[in-house]
């Protein structure tokens, strides 16, 4: 697998999923032999990350049409490489609110400190996270940009 990624996104701060009736991947792919090249991504941290997802994201990309780059992107930026708070205790690498006013236990939790409105879904898996984003933005409000 070959492509070009030209980003840098902050690192600091702030399961199984089912498409068509197969998981797409369970947990993320940590292969020496992927062949990503990096072009002005100069943290380690963002190169592990972008490593260790690169083969999710071109999974949802065949799956949902959504470009591989942006996908990978979009988690990267979202999740601080995969170390903030919904990343790490929610597996939401995209950050994505709840705003439902009846939630079911486990649904959703507030990660930030004073903020009543700040409520993250909950997944029970990296790849689950990553299958909620591509279904909002292939079907969602987001549909036709």
Known sequence: MNFNINLSAPTSGTGSGMIGGASVISQPINNPNLNVFFSG?????????????????????????????????????????????????????????CHSKNCRKGHCSSLEKGQHKAFYRKYKSVDESWRAHSLMITTGKYRDL
């Open 41 to 97: 991504v100069q943290d380690q941290k963002n190169r592990n990350y972008i490593r260790a997802y690169s083969e999710l994201a071109m999974n949802y990309h065949r799956a949902y049409g959504v470009p591989a780059s942006i996908l990978l992107a979009q988690a990267l930026i979202d999740s601080k490489a995969g170390e903030n708070a919904a990343a790490t205790l929610n597996n939401n690498h995209f950050a994505i609110q």
